[in-house]
Structures are given as structure tokens and as C-alpha cells.
């Protein structure tokens, strides 16, 4: 047990990302109350599912657009620093949102341009944050930092939500957008005591013309990273909508309060914390788990589509974190461990697109379907659209190794990267 224990937590037996860690935990649980906030404040304005799907739209329609750009500056830049200017800008739109709102001159159209200057700002911080976790503990414990990053995030999916709920209730929205401000304070002091020195950089790219062109080309060109990105775009675009989804589910299914969407987002963030605690000591970034992982997160969607009463809904909420936390560590350790070194901060940005940079497609498709079919509709749409894509993924890699293997006959029998659960060598 103790060893199990030990190999679960390793990567936080470095101290740089122990420091970026805490500033993550603290943040996180700051964004999602956020999110809640938000969500509650479109709906008190609007009532409307669909303005709800345009507003998380807005917000990650700058990924969409600019993210791959994002990418390049991670390649680019020292991540340290960059990743100190975005937690900076990041605490403006909240810290101005609770003003507004705290005066009582919020409207609909400041939540849209507030949502849409966060969003620039997350399309620079997204892909340079994924690629600093590879900087600070090497190769050989990415998977496992991956997996403990994703405790980070469903900290604060578990409390974020449910202490949303409480002060949304209690003493107003306007104290979720403050305290989101503030809590970018811990990420700028973690980033500040990182030791530069102990940073594992990659070579930076020279600047020339055309270099984001290149990163696509290079995507395109080795299938390994096109298969779980474009398995990752179609989940995206049907399943990583929560803060349209669960909103609706809670308010219009269930006739509940904003404190039954904390308590589904609570639940959702138990099992994620539970799933990814459970695979860091053993995670291993293969095709193989990559598509299993995603045919169990489509089943989850599917029993949580069908389930009839609330009590159930949250459990099944539990299950559907664990299977999406373990789903989303394997395509990110894939990806980074299978891209170049100068090409990381480029191919990890178009994983930053593919989960959220579709939500300005996604997020008002689901928020349609919700109000036209009813938020069950949605959630199997997204369950029949992953499985799809997952098994898709599966024949399209199988494809390219029986490809591959007779384009080079002399050489050794290949295997299939699919059905042996062994990948190619790292390009």
C-alpha cells in the first residue's frame, strides 16, 4: 500500500511542481465557482438555454481561433513567464464582473464581452500551462503529473460548485467573481518561487514564417497524434459541454436550484478525484487505452442520459467523472509524449482546441437540442457521437499500421498499435 501510495504521488516529490500544483488547486476552485456564477446570472437574465450555449460559446470561441497561435508562443517563450502574465490578465474580467454586478449593472451583452476577453486570454495560457507540466518533471513522470494535475482540476469541480452555491444563495453572485480575482494570486506566487533552474526546456524554435502551418502539417503527417485529436474534437464538440449541459439538467429536468448544478458539478469532481488518485501510479499513454477509455466515457453519458431520478443522476455523475478524467489523462500524456520537443506547445494547443476551442459550434448545438429535445436528448447525443468517433479511431489507426507494414516488407512485422496495446516508437 505504502508503495502503491508513494508511486501515486511521485511527481509531487518535486518541488516545482508542488508549488505549481497548490497555485492550481487554489485557482481552480476559484474558476469553477466562476463557471456557476456565471451560468446563474445568463439564466436570471435570460432564462434561455440557448443564450446560455452563445455565452460558452463566446468564451472559447478565441481557442478555437487563436489557441494553435497560443501554441506557438509556448514553443517560443520561457512558459514561466508567460504563464505569470496570463494568471495576471486572467483576474481583470473577474474582479470586473463583480462590480458590475455588486452596483447592479450587469447585463447580458458585459457577460458576453467578458466572456469573450477571458476567452483570449485562455487561448495563450491553455497550451503554454499543459506543456510547463512536461518542463518541470521530465519524461518520466508526465503521466503521472497529468493524472495529479487532473486531481487539481476536479478539486475544484468538487468544491468550487458547491461553495458557489452556498454564497449564490447566500450573499450574492457578485462574491464568486471577486474571489475567482483573488485566487490568481496563488498561482502568480507559486510560479514566482519555481526554480528556473531545475526546468527541463526544450530547445526553443527559431521565428520563421509559417511555423503554425508546420505544426498542422506535422499533425497531419503522423497519424499517432491525428487519431486522438480528431477523437478528442468529436467528444468536444458533443460531450465537454458541462456548463451548458449541467445548468439545464438541474434547472429544467430536475426543477432544481443553483445548488442542485453545485452539487452535480460535486459530484462530477468527486469521481474525477477518485478516477485520477486511482490511475496516477499506473497510467499508461497507449491508442489502445486512449480508445477504450473513450467507449467507457460514452457509456457513462449513455446511463446518465437514461437515468429518471436525481439521486441516481448524481451517482452516475460520479461514475461519468471518473471514466472523463481518466479519458482526458491518457489523450494528453499520449500527445505530449508522441509530439517533438520544438512541436509540444503545438500539438498540445490543438488538444486545447478540440476539448473546449469547439464549444462556440457545441456549446449553442447542445443548448438547442436541450431546449427543442429536452437536456436527456443532449447527453445521448454526446454518448452516441464519442462511442462513434472512439471506434472510428480505433479502425483509422489499425488502418495505418497494416498501411505501414506492408509499405515496409523487409522490415520486422509491425505491431498494431491498436490491438496489441503496444505504440510505435515516440517520433
Known amino acids: 500500500m505504502k508503495a502503491y501510495l508513494t508511486a501515486t504521488l511521485q511527481s509531487l516529490g518535486n518541488r516545482n511542481f508542488r508549488l505549481f500544483f497548490a497555485g492550481q488547486t487554489v485557482s481552480i476552485i476559484g474558476t469553477w465557482m466562476q463557471k456557476i456564477a456565471q451560468a446563474w446570472l445568463v439564466l436570471d437574465l435570460t432564462d434561455s438555454g440557448a443564450l446560455l450555449g452563445v455565452t460558452a460559446a463566446l468564451q472559447q470561441l478565441p481557442t478555437l481561433l487563436f489557441a494553435p ?15 505569470m502574465a496570463t494568471a495576471a490578465s486572467a483576474a481583470v474580467p473577474s474582479l470586473a464582473l463583480a462590480v458590475l454586478i ?35 518533471v521530465g519524461r518520466d513522470e508526465v503521466a503521472n503529473a497529468v493524472a495529479l494535475n487532473n486531481v487539481t482540476l476536479n478539486a475544484g469541480k468538487l468544491v468550487g460548485p458547491a461553495v458557489a452555491g452556498v454564497l449564490i444563495t447566500s450573499v450574492g453572485l457578485q462574491w ?22 531545475l526546468l527541463h526546456r526544450a530547445d526553443r524554435p527559431p521565428r520563421a514564417r509559417g511555423q503554425v502551418r508546420d505544426g498542422l502539417r506535422y499533425v497531419r503527417g503522423t497519424p499517432e497524434l491525428l487519431g486522438p485529436l480528431a477523437l478528442m474534437t468529436v467528444t468536444g464538440l458533443f460531450a465537454y459541454n458541462w456548463s451548458v449541459v449541467l445548468p439545464l439538467l438541474a434547472r429544467q429536468t430536475f ?34 487505452r486512449l480508445v477504450v477509455t473513450g467507449l467507457a466515457f460514452a457509456a457513462a453519458l449513455g446511463a446518465t442520459a437514461a437515468s429518471p431520478r ?76 464519442t462511442a462513434a468517433a472512439a471506434g472510428g479511431t ?34
Not at 464568486?176 to 533552474?197: E, K, P, Q, Y
Not at 479519458?327 to 503545438?346: H, Y
Not at 498494431?416 to 503496444?422: E, F, I
Request: hydrophobic residues 55%.
Open 69 to 83: 497561435w497560443g501554441g506557438l508562443l509556448a514553443d517560443r517563450m520561457d512558459k514561466r513567464r508567460l504563464l
Open 102 to 136: 455588486g452596483t447592479g449593472t450587469a447585463t447580458q451583452w458585459m457577460v458576453f464581452a467578458f466572456a469573450l476577453l477571458g476567452g483570449c486570454i485562455d487561448a495563450i495560457d491553455k497550451p503554454a500551462r499543459q506543456t510547463f507540466v512536461i518542463e518541470m
Open 176 to 197: 464568486c467573481f471577486l474571489l475567482n480575482a483573488l485566487s490568481f494570486g496563488a498561482v502568480l506566487l507559486g510560479l514566482v518561487l519555481i526554480r528556473a533552474d
Open 255 to 288: 426543477h432544481g436550484s443553483a445548488n442542485v448544478a453545485g452539487l452535480m458539478y460535486t459530484a462530477m469532481g468527486a469521481g474525477a478525484i477518485i478516477g485520477a488518485l486511482a490511475i496516477a501510479a499506473t497510467l499508461k499513454a497507449t491508442s489502445t
Open 310 to 385: 436525481l439521486a441516481l443522476t448524481l451517482a452516475l455523475l460520479f461514475v461519468l467523472g471518473t471514466a472523463s478524467v481518466a479519458f482526458r489523462a491518457v489523450a494528453s500524456s499520449l500527445l505530449q509524449l508522441r509530439a517533438r520537443p520544438d512541436m509540444r506547445g503545438r500539438v498540445m494547443s490543438l488538444l486545447v482546441v478540440a476539448i473546449g476551442g469547439t464549444t462556440p459550434i457545441g456549446g449553442p448545438l447542445v443548448g438547442w437540442v436541450a431546449e427543442q429535445y429536452g437536456t436527456r436528448a443532449a447527453l445521448a447525443l454526446a454518448a452516441v457521437t
Open 394 to 427: 480505433m479502425l483509422y489507426l489499425r488502418h495505418r499500421a497494416a498501411a505501414d507494414e506492408g509499405a515496409a516488407p523487409t522490415a520486422a512485422p509491425a505491431q498494431d498499435p491498436v490491438a496489441s496495446g503496444v505504440d510505435p516508437p515516440v517520433p
